[in-house]
């Protein structure tokens, strides 16, 4: 059973940091492209950040370049966004996704599996 499972998120004061991680299990980790995408109250569903199977590519949303890092360790199964310097519109359910065969990594339609989603709320 293919399972993402999110975690790390919360309230934080703006110009705080938090570190989400997404576990994954029940398909070859290793194999896939991750990404983390956000959607906020009202909102549709935007990228946020993605990284290619090896970790040797990542691709970042212009609104987060400099403040986000994508990183993932295969042996764990786990892929992670480290989100720097937030602010009050980063505030959003965060999902993990991953991606087989990914030709845009910027499009949620390509991606095969999906997270739950994880809270992040940022207090100004």
């Not at 980790?29 to 990542?58: H, L, N």
């Not at 691709?59 to 764990?76: C, E, H, L, M, Q």
């Not at 892929?79 to 910027?106: F, G, R, W």
């Amino acid at each position: 059973q293919v399972q993402l499972l999110e975690s790390g998120g919360g309230l934080v004061q703006a110009g705080g940091s938090l570190r989400l991680s997404c576990v994954a299990s029940g398909f070859t980790f290793s194999s896939y492209a991750m990404g983390w995408f956000r959607q906020a109250p009202g909102k549709e569903r935007e990228f946020v950040a993605a990284m290619s199977w090896s970790g040797r590519f990542t691709y970042y949303a212009d609104s987060v370049k400099g403040r986000f890092t994508i990183s993932r360790d295969n042996a764990k199964n786990t892929v992670y966004l480290q989100m720097n310097s937030l602010k009050p519109e980063d505030t959003a359910v965060y999902y993990c996704a991953a991606n087989k065969i990914p030709s845009n990594y910027h499009n949620q339609y390509e991606y095969d599996y999906w997270g739950q989603g994880t809270q992040v709320t940022v207090s100004s």
